[in-house]
C-alpha cells in the first residue's frame, strides 16, 4: 500500500464519521498536553489525569493538539500510560454523542456552541499590540478646515 493510500485509510477511520457509540470500556477524555514521543497528558471527566498513547498506524499522519476531545481504550499493561487513542473526535462526532446522551457532563464547554469563530485559536507567541486613534488629531484637522473656510 503506497504512502498515500495509506494515510487516506487512516485518516478516514481516525476521524470518519462512522457515529459508533463508544464501547462500556471506552472513555470521551480531553487532551491537556502533549509529552512527546507520541503520548499525551488527558484528564478524564472524573478529573483523574495520566497518559495515553498514539498508535502506530495514527503517528505522521494525524495530530492531536491541546484541548482536543479524543476516545481511548484502556490498555491492561500499563503502569504511566495507560490507554490507547482510538479515535479523533470532530464536531459531528461530539454533537452525535451528546444527542445520544453519551456525553459526560463534566467535559461541557461553557462556551456557547454558535460562536462565528470557534475554530480559530489564539496564537501565544505573539503579542496583541492595540493601537488607538487619538481624537485630538481629528479636532484639530477639523479646525484647521474651518479657520481656512473664513
Same mark, same amino acid.
Given at each position: 500500500m503506497s504512502k498515500v493510500s495509506k494515510r487516506k485509510h487512516v485518516m478516514n477511520e481516525a476521524l470518519g464519521d462512522d457515529y459508533?457509540?463508544?464501547?462500556?470500556?471506552?472513555?470521551?477524555?480531553?487532551?491537556?498536553?502533549?509529552?512527546g514521543n507520541n503520548l499525551h497528558?488527558?484528564?478524564?471527566?472524573?478529573?483523574?489525569?495520566?497518559?495515553?498513547?498514539?498508535?502506530?498506524?495514527f503517528r505522521k499522519?494525524? /495530530?492531536?493538539?491541546?484541548?482536543?476531545?479524543?476516545?481511548?481504550?484502556?490498555?491492561? &499493561?500499563?503502569?504511566?500510560?495507560?490507554a490507547e487513542i482510538v479515535k479523533i473526535m470532530n464536531k459531528d462526532s461530539i454533537k452525535f454523542y451528546k &444527542?445520544?446522551?453519551? /456525553?459526560?457532563?463534566q467535559l461541557?464547554?461553557?462556551k456557547s456552541e454558535n460562536k462565528p469563530n470557534e475554530d480559530l485559536f489564539e496564537n501565544t507567541n505573539?503579542?496583541?499590540i492595540i493601537t488607538y486613534v487619538s481624537d485630538s488629531d481629528s479636532t484639530s484637522s477639523d479646525q484647521s478646515d474651518s479657520e481656512q473656510e473664513n
Open positions: 459508533e457509540l463508544p464501547k462500556d470500556n471506552q472513555n470521551i477524555v480531553k487532551v491537556v498536553k502533549s509529552k497528558e488527558i484528564t478524564t471527566p472524573t478529573g483523574e489525569e495520566y497518559l495515553v498513547s498514539m498508535p502506530t498506524k499522519n494525524i /495530530w492531536v493538539k491541546r484541548g482536543d476531545y479524543i476516545l481511548v481504550e484502556p490498555i491492561p &499493561e500499563g503502569d504511566k500510560v495507560k &444527542e445520544n446522551n453519551v /456525553w459526560p457532563k461541557e464547554d461553557n505573539r503579542k496583541n
